[in-house]
């Protein structure tokens, strides 16, 4: 992730990583490289996955609807089994 990131837990179980001044392109990079990542990791006891949706704050956008945007794609992501990447 750019320098500039930021990573913050917002529910029990989810995490947000902001990447200020960054294309969805970029972000979308990012999750794949995290994504794979996490699933060829060997060094741990437990199995890991992990789900994302990548969204792209839009001018002049709300708050309340960015994040309903970004949990509308966590819920497809859920729905279609986990362990991917929506956006």
Do not use: W
């Not at 750019?2 to 960054?22: G, Q, T, Y």
């Not at 996490?38 to 996955?49: A, G």
């Not at 708050?63 to 956006?87: C, P, W």
């Amino acid at each position: 992730a750019p320098k500039n990131s930021i990573l913050a837990k917002i529910f029990s179980a989810d995490f947000v990583i902001l990447m200020p001044n960054s294309s969805l392109e970029l972000a979308r990079v990012f999750a794949k490289k995290l994504l794979n990542y996490i699933r060829i990791e060997k060094d741990v006891s437990i199995k890991m996955t992990c789900s994302m949706g990548v969204a792209e704050y839009k001018l002049r956008e709300d708050y309340e609807t960015f994040i309903h945007r970004t949990e509308q794609l966590m819920q497809k992501v859920s729905q279609d089994g986990g362990n991917m990447i929506a956006s």
